[in-house]
């Protein structure tokens, strides 16, 4: 059994602050700061351009994405980290219509749903537009997504788990019924990497990516990750061909060919500072069992919902009620939501707000505990009964939510 009490120590977690945000932002791990100075005293300051070699910065993509790997139930070499979630997301999008393409090339629809991350679905466009092939993006409702999977469809790209409410798709079900139909599947796991056992192996999915300073800790701008099945990444052509993707990027070669394996998913300069923290933050998994972090964190959703619903009525759970179909956060609809999480924020407790009028709550079992649960409700709970919110000062908005 994975020992929470153990893992919280590892965080820095301020004073007063009860942190119900693990899923936009991780909190930072102790070891980070040494590592960060490490890495810019020691390798920086003193190797320079030597660290590339000689402080292993050039593989650090590829030893990352292995340790991501294996977290997800995926074998190594077949994900590697960089660039940023959309970034990935293109890229993966990219090699999944290229590979449907080849097998069926009248097939014109790329199907999504409603409840996907609005970037996920921008990129989408873009690269549609870009490619110029007669693609259309399609949107079906979360729940009616099996119904939609027929032979017109290239690609499914879903995101798992909804942003806003926690809703999760089975995605090995999905999978399954996509491949019966012969469309390429590419799944976003920003909310489900670190939140909720992953076994990309069996699920079978193409091609898949997320982020990294969700769930992982990995800091703010920490690069997310691609994973491509090994059976496609021989075929997969990247569609962002830079030139630490090539297969001898010092060559110089004025043709580009693509790296072997995953390595061809590299773009360009890795971001090194960022790197070293996100690999001081994985070092916090190593001790512990995904199946451990996911019935934990099932256990304080469910306290937290019920606290909620006896003490503050007035909010409306927005989350699927049953557990086996939600993420590892709860959200409730209160219609004045922005206005009140700002309020609850100022109380000491930290979530967010989602449009029109989500409040979003996560339970992160690796530093967050009964007691903070408990402690965490009974404010949100008051601040919303008591109006604090209706003060003028919380009724702007923020450019961050
Ligand atoms: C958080 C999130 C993103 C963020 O993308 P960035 O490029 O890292 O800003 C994208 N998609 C989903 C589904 C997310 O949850």
């Not at 995605?171 to 019966?180: C, F, P, S």
């Not at 069996?202 to 703010?220: E, H, I, M, R």
Request: glycine share 6%.
């Amino acid at each position: 059994m994975t020992d929470f009490s153990r893992t919280k120590k590892m965080f820095h977690l301020p004073e007063n602050m009860i942190y119900l945000d693990g899923n936009s932002l991780g909190p930072l791990p102790l070891n980070a700061l040494n590592r960060l100075e490490k890495t810019v005293r020691d390798e920086w300051g003193e190797l320079l351009i030597k660290g590339w070699n000689e402080a292993n910065w050039f593989s650090m993509p590829t030893t990352i994405g292995d340790r991501i790997a294996k977290m997800l139930g995926a074998p190594p070499s077949s994900v590697i980290i960089g660039d940023t979630l959309s970034i990935k997301v293109y890229q993966a999008l990219a090699s999944a219509i290229d590979l449907a393409y080849e097998r069926d090339a009248e097939r014109k629809v790329i199907l999504s749903d409603t409840g996907n991350f609005p970037t996920d679905l921008y990129m989408a466009n873009g690269l549609i537009n870009t490619i110029d092939r007669n693609l259309e993006l399609t949107l079906a409702e979360p729940d009616e997504i099996l119904h939609h999977l027929d032979e017109s469809i290239a690609v499914l790209m879903l995101t798992q788990i909804d942003y806003r409410t926690g809703r999760m798709h089975d995605m090995e079900k999905i999978t399954r019924l996509a491949h019966e139909k012969g469309i390429v599947t590419v799944w976003d796991l920003a909310h489900s990497a670190g939140a909720v056992p992953i076994d990309l192996s069996t699920t079978k999915a193409d091609f898949a990516v997320g982020c990294t300073y969700k769930y992982l800790n990995g800091g703010p701008g920490s690069p997310a990750f691609i994973y491509v099945a090994p059976k496609h990444i021989e075929n997969t052509n990247p569609a962002l061909s830079g030139w630490l993707g090539h297969d001898a990027p010092f060559d110089f070669d004025l043709e580009y060919k693509a790296g072997p394996a995953i390595e061809r998913m590299r773009v360009g300069t890795p971001p090194i500072l960022q790197c070293a923290v996100l690999d001081v933050a994985l070092d916090i998994w190593d001790g512990v069992d995904i199946e451990d972090v996911r019935s934990k964190s099932i256990e304080l959703s469910e306290l937290f919902i019920r606290l909620i619903e006896q003490q503050c009525p007035q909010m409306t759970l927005a989350s699927p009620r049953d557990p086996k179909i939600r993420g590892s956060q709860v959200s409730f609809s209160f219609p004045d939501g922005y206005a009140a999480m700002r309020a609850v924020i100022d109380q000491g407790v930290i979530g967010d707000f989602r449009a029109p009028d989500i409040m979003r709550f996560a339970l992160t079992p690796l530093f967050i505990d009964e007691s903070d649960v408990t402690k965490a409700a009974k404010i949100i709970s008051e601040t919303v009964k008591s109006g604090l919110w209706k003060q003028a000062k919380y009724q702007s908005r923020n450019a961050v939510t």
